[in-house]
């Protein structure tokens, strides 16, 4: 008996067994994929973990459909990081899968439907609805049920199918596609028969009358002579300003012959700078601490302020593991920040780089995950966001991990919902491989780490080129306010030194970290504000588009004219978001253009190159945007920053509230005057006296860090605290109040450490699902793990309990 054990994609925590002949046994080899019948008449792509001889016990193992892979696609080491994954984030196993893998790569079976030849059909006896999709088989041979859902125009379309069947019109079948395609280029050449000098007289004797095809003749000619390499049918027409109707003509007369060729689909051309790459005197003595701190830890974070030239500091690094041929992990929070980087990175390294990141396409993303798996050239530096972490590395040397306090890294839903810093320090430990953390504002996590000697630490205190910090200057909106010196949002002194900035012929950034026109519509006679009918929240407008929307489930509608609750016309907004600014700031600049930056404008694979292209270029004075642009971006030419409300970040209800206001006001202030002249910030503030603002003017991070960390102690917070927060979603109010006590009170008898819940978060209900939390706090000097079995145990029995079973619970790990 042969067995192999294998990981489904689904959301489950445990492995199955399935039979496979003696031959299969002696072919398959851990890390293959495999295409497995689960369930009544699925058919999923499972993963090889183990290969045994152990009969199951509690079932008997199916056979497998069939082998998908020709060799491995997945590593050792990647299946061990995914059950570290998977345990240390109390999540099941198949969603690290899913998770990890790119979706072209998993295939599922799609269900085919497709109509018996044999029989007479009765076609007066078919209902409205069964007749549609009779119709539609007579046109084509198979439907899929999503073709079905939509020749109908309902969701529930089975109960149709199935009387279909009874019928004996329908057949159901369980097909796999193969979903990725290589990428195949359409080339052309002269045919053979005219390449001699008399078979070139005889084709423009051909061609005599045709002037159309000639043109096309003659430019790939002129094309062939200059390029001396093949033509694609694209460039072709490109040159000759013809269509492809016209090549494809010449071809059928026989006078061109096409040809494909398969070609990547992300494909880099850069060239390798030759000159060496100079560092400034502070920078090489960072560098050579970091080399030294290498050898005695695993782990260093270099903590540089704004424009201190880290990432000068990264490409030394990288050439080093580049000479031994190793494989580099690059890991930024933001696909925006990938753009500047790239370009950056191809300079120095050419074609070495590849990009990995959720804007790809599913089929270029396959392509980089093959790259790295055959160790390529073109795949030796690997730039991505989180998910990057997990592509098939199997020579890893260094792991960067850029901004590393941001909360991005963080993933919060779906499952499998893990740190991808913490989670690629130990991807290296694996690997044998170092990680540098870089950030100008380090979590207070990895820097108490850096001092308790876990970390190295390597600190750099002056901007590259001894360019000075930038002057912080506050604005108090209370006052302002009462004097009448405000117009719309904007303070007089921020109007006067945007004025004295744009003369300059300098750039602007402005920051406020809400999208949208106004958080609020309120009506002026009742004091109804419209509200999302499935969310706890209240709607957005959105002036571009005129409509209200909710940015936690999508819903949308049109602006109201006059309020739903009492009918009056007389509606304001409230609060202000990225779109106010904007149109505020052409009243006030009329002469200026104002580009934006958030969720909304960068929705298209490209929409961040376009928008960062467009302000590196000039072709943008004021770029307004939210948090996207406090992060690393790099703008020689922007010498003021302004901060249009830094109350609103310092007041949510969180314990890293002060922490992420500090950080995020420091990197937005960083984006001032990196080249030779000092820039300006200004903060406009109700509250100029708050410590943490003062700490951000003074740039004094060691400040912030030491009373942030008094307060944790006391309140029993991170570093010195472990957090778990188990989230309980249901519709039902009462049964969701009902089985959070439960599990809160089982919770409380099995443990003695800080139990806090169950509570309503601030958005208490989300798509129509009530909310509530529990947070477990676990002392550093509790086993973990041991904490964690208990809890999944505890969970165990809340599910078998059958009134609480439909109660969706989330574990939460590490959240912040």
Not at 70 to 99: F, L, N
Not at 583 to 596: A, C, I
């Amino acid at each position: 008996m042969h067995f192999v054990e294998v990981i489904l994609p689904l959301s489950l925590d445990k492995t199955f067994t399935y039979s496979v002949s003696e031959t299969e046994y002696n072919y398959i080899k851990i890390g293959m994929r495999l295409a497995v019948p689960f369930g009544k008449s699925r058919i999923y792509t499972a993963l090889v973990i183990a290969i045994h001889q152990n009969k199951p016990t509690l079932y008997d193992a199916k056979e497998i459909h069939q082998i998908l892979d020709e060799k491995p696609i997945v590593t050792e080491i990647q299946i061990t990081h995914w059950q570290w994954i998977a345990s240390y984030y109390m999540c099941a196993i198949g969603d690290v899968y899913r998770g990890a893998m790119p979706s072209a790569l998993l295939l599922e079976s799609e269900t085919i439907i497709s109509q018996k030849n044999d029989g007479f059909v009765d076609e007066s006896l078919l209902t409205d609805d069964e007749f549609l999709i009779y119709e539609a088989l007579q046109q084509q041979s198979s439907l899929k049920v999503q073709d079905i859902i939509n020749i109908l125009n309902k969701k529930n379309i089975f109960p149709v199918i199935q009387k279909l069947i009874d019928k004996n019109i329908l057949v159901l079948q369980e097909e796999m596609l193969e979903t990725y395609t290589p990428k195949l280029v359409r080339y052309v050449k002269l045919h053979s028969k005219y390449e001699t000098n008399e078979g070139l007289s005889e084709l423009l004797e051909v061609l005599k009358n045709a002037n159309k095809q000639k043109e096309i003749v003659l430019s790939y000619f002129q094309l062939s002579a200059s390029e001396k390499k093949p033509i694609t049918v694209k460039k072709l027409i490109e040159v000759a300003n013809s269509t492809s109707t016209i090549v494809k003509t010449l071809i059928d007369k026989e006078i061109f012959e096409e040809y494909y060729i398969q070609v990547d689909r992300v494909n880099f051309i850069g060239k390798t700078k030759d000159e060496q790459l100079q560092l400034s005197e502070v920078q090489q003595i960072a560098f050579e601490e970091i080399k030294e701190n290498f050898t005695q830890k695993e782990v260093c974070l270099l903590h540089g302020v704004t424009s201190s030239g880290k990432t000068e500091i990264y490409i030394k690094l990288i050439e080093q593991y580049i000479k031994e041929e190793k494989q580099i992990l690059y890991l930024l929070p933001e696909i925006a920040l990938t753009t500047q980087l790239v370009g950056r990175l191809r300079d120095y390294f050419g074609n070495k780089v590849a990009v990995f990141h959720s804007k790809y396409s599913n089929n270029e993303r396959v392509e980089v995950w093959q790259q790295v798996l055959e160790q390529s050239p073109k795949a030796q530096i690997v730039i991505g966001a989180r998910s990057a972490l997990f592509l098939p590395f199997s020579n890893l040397g260094l792991v960067i991990v850029d901004e590393e306090h941001e909360q991005t890294f963080k993933q919060v839903d779906p499952s499998p919902r893990y740190h991808a810093r913490d989670a690629s320090i130990v991807l290296a430990n694996s690997h044998k491989a170092k990680v540098l953390l870089g950030s100008a504002t380090p979590s207070i996590g990895t820097y108490f780490n850096s001092q308790s000697g876990k970390y190295g630490l390597v600190e750099i205190s002056k901007r590259y080129g001894n360019v000075k910090m930038p002057e912080i200057e506050l604005v108090n909106l209370k006052d302002k306010y009462f004097r009448k010196q405000m117009s719309g949002h904007f303070s007089d002194i921020l109007i006067e030194e945007i004025t004295k900035t744009l003369s300059l012929g300098e750039q602007v950034i402005l920051f406020q970290n809400r999208r949208g026109f106004s958080p609020v519509i309120e009506c002026m006679t009742c004091g109804h504000v419209p509200q999302c009918p499935q969310c706890d929240v209240s709607l957005t407008y959105h002036k571009f588009k005129n409509q209200l929307r909710c940015h936690y489930c999508g819903y949308s509608m049109a602006k109201p004219t006059n309020c739903h609750s009492c009918t009056s016309v007389h509606l304001t907004t409230k609060g202000f978001g990225t779109e106010q600014i904007q149109q505020e700031l052409v009243e006030l600049f009329p002469n200026t253009k104002v580009g934006r930056m958030d969720q909304d404008t960068t929705r298209g694979k490209f929409g961040f190159e376009k928008i960062i292209d467009s302000f590196k270029n000039r072709e943008i004075d004021i770029l307004v945007g939210t948090q996207m642009l406090a992060k690393g971006l790099d703008f020689d030419n922007v010498s003021l920053v302004g901060i249009m409300n830094a109350d609103n970040m310092l007041y949510h209800p969180d314990f890293r509230a002060f922490e992420r206001s500090y950080q995020m006001m420091t990197q937005v202030s960083g984006r001032s005057g990196r080249s030779e002249k000092q820039g300006k910030v200004i903060i406009q503030t109700y509250n100029p006296d708050h410590n943490i603002i003062q700490q951000v003017v003074h740039n004094n991070y060691i400040g912030m860090y030491k009373e942030q960390l008094y307060d944790r102690q006391i309140y029993h917070y991170p570093p010195y605290y472990k957090l778990i927060k188990l989230t309980l979603k249901h519709r039902d109010f009462d049964k969701l109040k009902e089985g959070s006590m439960w599990l809160y009170q089982v919770m409380k008898q099995n443990f003695t450490i800080p139990i806090l819940g169950p509570e309503e978060p601030p958005i208490s209900r989300i798509r129509n699902e009530y909310i509530r939390t529990i947070m477990v706090k676990i002392p550093t000097n509790q086993s973990l793990q041991g904490t964690k079995k208990t809890i999944q145990k505890i969970l165990n029995s809340f599910d078998v309990v059958p009134q609480y079973r439909a109660i969706k619970v989330s574990v939460n790990v590490d959240f912040y």
